[in-house]
């Protein structure tokens, strides 16, 4: 941690927020009513291995606590013992090894003065201190945190720590193609005052770098200066040429998947913006309110086809936890009957395909934690494992149908899939129905030359004509009657099966290929 000789940096969010804990959950927080070295350095040492990846955490001094809260009246730091304590805690940091110094700022609330020790994760973990703080003592421990308390890690837990060592996280890693002159300097101002941060007022006059040493999304040494990536994500205006595909892209199929008729919208920009225009362009244009009234009681039904709240909570926690060093955009497909969220890649293993089935999940360690923080503090996620619960809760409130969690045995992707009201889905049924008419009333090859694209009825014209002719079609006889590889025929396939007019029976292996009779 880089700083100033005699500079007192300030601390990447505000006290009040700390008190709160509405941003930063409990566990990263600490209470102390005084100074205590012991203790203290023990949790310093704790939230800089950070081993559940946690982004560290805080210690604030001049607060009682009770059961891991903050007990008011606040008590603050006696004005005579602030020096004292602030040169005390310098000092016994350098007992901590490899070299860890993390950020000291001296806060006002409520008239009193308090010392908050921001503690975020280390670049050379593992981190150990000393055991006692007698002078013969020669026991070196690597405290970890479980929970809201500091503790000697076990067997097992010690080796996840090594395992750890030189693992830094993708978005609090350097970048070194970048340069600060890419980190904007008004997105920056406008996030610290959204916040309502006490860095505010510093970035408006004060050193640039500076600033963005106290938020921690640069790296800087005396002669080699670069920003982080989580830097560049937030508060670059173009990220992508960082991080190509970093975009969202809301996709809808007003004619099903094998219509010609597609809409697309890509939303680019820092990631916190992008979120909010995509989330906002899915309001206006997706979602829509239906009213039912009743001749009965004088108030209406009210409903959503989508609720908007678990649209919102799907999109945030895709952008909290995909990988920004794939080269894959956030995929929102909206269908007639469905909205699906995709992103790359899946969960970790701690989440089972069974857990994501059954609703029941449970991860704590998140791929992107300094992004989860940032978004935290804007209030786009709350990132405590109710993702889930927040989904499923706003779905049942709209008298919606369960949502699906998919991913595969290898977590390269990972699926949300929010199903429509069935108040909507009667206009769908019976244009669906119409569909069926018109089907049995002409042949299959005149209606799909009007729903598939030119290039597609073309290319699948063999096949239309072989199932018209025999009734069904095997991927076998697909190849030889189209003279294409089994790659080539399962995509052919796909798209009839997407059009709606011909559906698979049998197993993946065993498949048979039908005119749809639904």
């Not at 604030?60 to 059961?67: M, P, R």
């Not at 002669?223 to 809301?250: A, C, H, R």
């Amino acid at each position: 941690m880089v700083r100033r000789k005699g500079t007192i940096m300030a601390i990447p969010t505000n006290i009040k927020t700390l008190l709160s804990g509405e941003v930063v959950e409990w566990a990263r927080i600490e209470f102390k009513e005084t100074w205590d070295p012991v203790a203290s350095l023990k949790t310093i040492c704790a939230f800089a291995n950070d081993l559940d990846n946690w982004g560290g955490g805080y210690i604030v001094i001049g607060v009682e606590e009770e059961n891991g809260r903050p007990v008011y009246p606040l008590k603050g730091v006696p004005a005579e013992k602030l020096d004292k304590y602030q040169k005390e805690i310098f000092a016994k940091c350098k007992l901590i090894r490899p070299a860890y110094m993390p950020i000291i700022g001296k806060e006002t609330y409520q008239d009193k003065q308090f010392i908050v020790i921001w503690c975020p994760g280390g670049d050379n973990r593992p981190y150990s201190s000393p055991k006692t703080m007698e002078k013969d003592n020669k026991e070196r421990i690597h405290y970890i945190r479980k929970a809201s308390n500091t503790v000697e890690p076990s067997d097992d837990e010690e080796k996840d720590l090594f395992n750890l060592a030189n693992r830094v996280p993708f978005d609090d890693r350097v970048n070194h193609q970048a340069e600060m002159s890419d980190l904007n300097i008004t997105l920056i101002q406008n996030y610290l005052k959204e916040i309502k941060s006490s860095l505010y007022e510093k970035a408006k006059t004060g050193d640039f770098v500076e600033v963005c040493q106290d938020m921690n999304i640069v790296s800087a040494l005396p002669e080699y200066t670069k920003p982080k990536n989580v830097g560049l994500m937030f508060f670059s205006m173009e990220p992508d040429k960082f991080f190509p595909y970093t975009q969202i892209d809301v996709v809808q199929f007003p004619s099903g998947l094998g219509g010609n008729d597609i809409i697309e919208k890509t939303f680019k920009g820092p990631i916190h913006q992008q979120l909010r225009d995509a989330l906002q362009y899915i309001k206006n244009v997706i979602i829509t309110e239906k009213v039912v009234k009743h001749p009965d009681r004088a108030e209406a039904d009210r409903f959503f086809n989508f609720p908007y709240a678990a649209v919102e909570e799907a999109l945030s926690n895709a952008v909290y936890h995909r990988a920004y060093d794939e080269r894959e955009p956030i995929e929102v497909r909206v269908e007639n009957d469905r909205v699906e969220i995709v992103s790359f890649p899946g969960p970790d293993r701690s989440v089972t395909i069974e857990g994501l089935k059954s609703f029941r999940v449970s991860n704590r360690r998140y791929r992107n934690r300094r992004i989860g923080d940032f978004l935290k503090e804007l209030h786009l996620t709350e990132g405590r494992n109710t993702g889930f619960k927040k989904i499923l809760d706003a779905l049942e409130a709209n008298g919606s149908p369960k949502p699906e969690f998919e991913t595969d045995e290898d977590r390269s992707y990972f699926i949300t899939r929010l199903f429509i009201h069935e108040e909507f889905t009667r206009n769908l049924n019976q244009s669906k129905t119409n569909e069926v008419d018109e089907k049995n009333e002409r042949s299959l090859s005149e209606v799909l030359s009007e729903v598939l694209k030119a290039s597609d009825f073309s290319k699948l014209e063999k096949l239309i004509k072989f199932i018209e002719e025999k009734g069904e079609i095997t991927p076998k006889e697909a190849e030889e009657v189209s003279g294409k590889s089994a790659a080539t025929v399962r995509r052919y396939l796909k798209i009839l099966v997407g059009t709606g007019y011909v559906e698979a029976e049998g197993s993946t292996n065993n498949s048979v290929y039908k005119i749809s009779l639904q």
